[in-house]
């Protein structure tokens, strides 16, 4: 009898044990996958390569092995089957809580065009290539719409990582694809969905009950209008409810949660009732559902952090194990025909429609090209439709594998375009050693001196001559007339020797500038040793002219731009209104030149007739405060400092000690950052102590400190400094230390010429001393000498 129950016993124990085996072999299988895919991401991150690359290349290598194809028998594969359309179904609704589906009725941005002409030139070409390559022998027309679409679309998820990622998605471009990226995926998808009511999917499979085609899609229609009512009014309120009840800071009750699920779920579920596929069922409740709310942020990031740790190995197994390589038919030639073919089409379709709307727009051709080459990327729901195509009968395996190829390969690129757009961003963007402070002693300092007419030439040639240092490696001066492009000038343009050039004939304008060119070309003459002389003319009306001279600035690689104000001083010593078209093209140079700039306010510069080289006829002062146009403004100062015939002398400001703690209370309303301040001040006196140990402590240059507590003690020895220099030279702002200058920007009546430069150049100072405000040029970011936020568009 005992041994009787002990064999009616050890049948359910083994099948026990098999099931226990089995689903060990499962989940190790499961830690297996994400090991290798880990694996392989880190391997292939030096590249930039996104983690879909590995995870595909993983998934079709692992899902091939023999023991894999043994372990999922049919019941194991029915089970995983299950577990890939529910996290699709988390997917596309994630996907489409994130789009906004209103953008349809507003007017479209310059993001949808370029996304709409890719859509519809990716479509036609695809229609218009794929019925000679049978993809799929019962369901071809089916097929050809489905597929024609889905190459028409983009995985803006996949891009968006891969924007973030690669560190462009502050720049104008990086952002522009990924709202380009997001219209395509929202209406290539809703495509799709609409289309489905229309052309189910189900392969051999018959619809519920064998009802009439007509009476089926009435039925979908309106289980997804229900549907779509019951997201886009219903919804909003349960969710407000439950945000209300549930506000930032204090957790979530756990009845409110399951609610929200639940609601979510039934919503999810409405047009499935009637045979709707319940992923495109999904994304239709997404796209409805409010965006905004915490539940709903609670739910994008649980999901994505399942999706990312959970289904995607879960999913490139299942990806794998469908296309299988047994029935791979490499020997054919239709197989690498639709592979290329399907490789091509979305380049050349998203390529082809980007140009024609970038021309249209106004976009450079290169960027252009790599908008088009990103909206091409492909993702996960794509990889899904074509292993899907396959399941239901659609298409042969080897067409599933040979879109599965494809999907891999518009990704694999990805990477290149984005470092070609770093590149050329990186060539056109200016870095931030095209400064004073960072030039290179062996290289000669390059200058662009612009004029408005002959009235600015006294003070250019004294300005050259204090500038001019050694003659190795010595200076060049691009002397530029800076001339309004009126209409009787215009009509006086011929064409010149060159293709894009043209020459001025007007007698004002080349008297003007004849005189000019005499004045600086004598004294260049007189003074031949390491000064080297250039013409150039910045002819343009003043919303244009800004955009020549920084034009004009790249292209000379220059390291300095020099101004004149646009206020002229009188016979009596004081300062006119000034003109306005020349301080609009002063401050627009400010916010856009290429490399530092200063502003020369003249007044009595240009009055000193020769500036001698053997003994001391000029006294040059330079302000040093703090921050980085201070720091320019001395490296100038070293410069100047060099001349035989100058006197100048340092005058630092400094903070009481005990007026420290103070200060930083009255300065609080302007948030001072301390990490940020201490590392200034640490640039400041780095700077400083080199430039006092080259020049101060030979006693080639005077040297003064001013120990202040208040922006008030600083207006007051500004103003002791009244007729005691010729030349005082100020860095335009950017200090962090705010403290000595706090308050001073609220009287300001020049503002780009910084609150020191305000205060030395207004109406009540001397009429002798003229002052010349520098600004450094702003220092790049974290992409090797770029800005995160970078324009290139």
């Known amino acids: ?64 092995l023999g023991i894999v194809h043994h372990l999922f028998d049919k019941s194991s594969n029915q089970v995983l089957r299950f577990v890939i359309d529910f996290g699709m179904i988390c997917y596309m609704f994630v996907l489409g809580i994130e789009m906004d589906p209103y953008v349809l009725f507003k007017p479209p941005t310059r993001e949808a065009k370029v996304a709409y002409a890719g859509i519809f030139s990716t479509f036609l070409l695809a229609c218009s290539i794929t019925p000679f390559l049978n993809f799929s022998e019962k369901y071809n027309t089916l097929c050809i719409l489905a597929l024609s679409t889905s190459l028409s679309s983009t995985a803006s998820p996949v891009l968006t990582r891969l924007i973030t990622s690669c560190k462009i998605g502050k720049s104008d471009i ?42 089926e899609i009435i039925e979908m229609s309106s289980s997804l209008m229900l549907q779509i009512l019951v997201s886009a009014k219903v919804s909003p309120i349960v969710m407000n409810w439950v945000n209300n009840e549930n506000p930032q800071g204090k957790p979530m009750k756990g009845a409110h949660l399951v609610l929200s699920i639940a609601f979510m779920v039934l919503v999810c579920s409405c047009s499935t009732v009637y045979g709707y596929s319940s992923v495109l069922s999904a994304f239709m409740a997404g796209i409805f559902f409010p965006s905004d709310g915490r539940v709903s942020k609670w739910v994008i990031a649980k999901v994505n952090y399942l999706l990312n740790t ?136 390059r200058v662009l001196l612009c004029v408005h007419g002959p009235q600015n030439v006294a003070a250019a040639i004294n300005f050259m001559e204090i500038s001019r240092g050694t003659a190795e490696p010595g200076t060049v001066v691009f002397v530029t007339d800076m001339i309004e492009l009126t209409d009787e000038i215009a009509a006086t343009l011929v064409q010149g020797d060159g293709v894009d050039t043209v020459a001025v004939t007007d007698k004002c304008v080349t008297e003007m500038r004849d005189q000019v060119t005499t004045a600086v070309q004598a004294y260049v003459e007189q003074n031949a040793e390491g000064l080297k002389l250039r013409r150039m003319l910045a002819l343009s009306t003043f919303n244009g002219m800004a955009s020549d001279v920084c034009i004009l600035a790249e292209e000379l690689m220059l390291t300095l731009i020099i101004l004149p104000f646009h206020k002229s001083q009188r ?56 921050g980085k146009d201070d720091r320019e403004a001395l490296a100038y100062a070293g410069r100047v400092a060099r001349h035989p015939g100058v006197k100048l002398t340092v005058i630092r400001f400094l903070v009481e000690t005990n007026a420290e703690n103070t200060g930083r209370s009255r300065a609080g309303n302007y948030r001072i950052n301390i990490a ?118």
């Open 310 to 445: 959970i289904f995607y190995p879960i999913f490139f197994i299942w990806m794998g194990f469908e296309a299988d390589f047994d029935e791979f038919q490499p020997r054919h030639a239709g197989t690498w025909e639709r592979l290329v073919v399907l490789i091509v089409i979305p380049t050349v379709g998203k390529v082809a429609g980007t140009v024609v709307s970038g021309v249209l727009l106004g976009f450079h051709w290169p960027e252009s090209i790599a908008l088009g080459l990103l909206l091409a990327t492909k993702g996960h729901y794509q990889i899904y439709m074509a292993i899907a195509a396959k399941s239901f009968g659609i298409t042969s395996t080897s067409t599933s594998i040979v879109m599965v190829i494809a999907v891999f390969f518009t990704v694999v690129y990805t990477p290149a375009v984005v470092a070609h757009i770093i590149r050329r961003a990186r060539k056109r963007a200016p870095t931030h050693r095209m400064a004073l402070q960072w030039l290179d002693p062996a290289n000669e300092l």
């Open 174 to 215: 990086g952002r522009f694809v990924i709202a380009a990226g997001m219209h395509s995926d929202f209406i290539s998808t809703l495509i799709i969905s609409i289309g489905y009511i229309i052309y189910p999917i189900r392969g051999n499979k018959e619809p519920l009950g064998k009802i009439s085609r007509p009476r």
């Open 676 to 793: 940020e301040q201490e590392e200034e001040m640490k640039l400041d006196d780095e700077c400083f102590a080199e430039f006092y140990e080259r020049h101060v402590a030979g006693g080639h240059v005077a040297y003064t400190e001013k120990h202040h507590a208040s922006s008030a003690e600083t207006y007051s020895t500004l103003r002791s400094l009244e007729g005691h220099f010729a030349l005082i030279i100020v860095g335009r702002g950017g200090r962090v230390n705010s403290l000595l200058t706090v308050g001073m920007n609220d009287w300001e009546q020049c503002p780009e010429l910084g609150p020191i430069g305000d205060v030395l150049s207004g109406s009540d100072f001397s009429v002798k001393t003229s002052v010349l405000i520098i600004q450094q040029h702003n220092v790049r970011g974290e992409l090797d000498g770029l800005d995160d936020d970078f324009s290139i568009m």
């Open 571 to 626: 016979a009596d010593g004081t300062l006119d209104a000034g003109h306005s078209g020349f301080r609009y093209v002063n401050r627009k140079v400010l916010r856009s030149a290429p490399c530092s700039v200063g502003i020369l306010v003249d007044r009595g510069l240009g009055l000193i007739e020769k500036i001698s080289r053997s003994y001391v006829s000029l006294n040059v002062a330079v302000i040093f405060i703090g």
């Open 1 to 64: 009898m005992e041994n009787a129950g002990a064999d009616l016993e050890d049948p359910c124990e083994g099948r026990l044990s098999a099931i226990f085996a089995r689903a060990a072999k499962h989940v190790f299988g499961f830690f297996l996958m994400v090991v290798l895919c880990n694996l392989t991401h880190y391997f292939l991150r030096p590249f930039s390569q996104p983690r879909i690359t590995s995870e595909t290349l993983v998934g079709l290598l692992f899902g091939n």
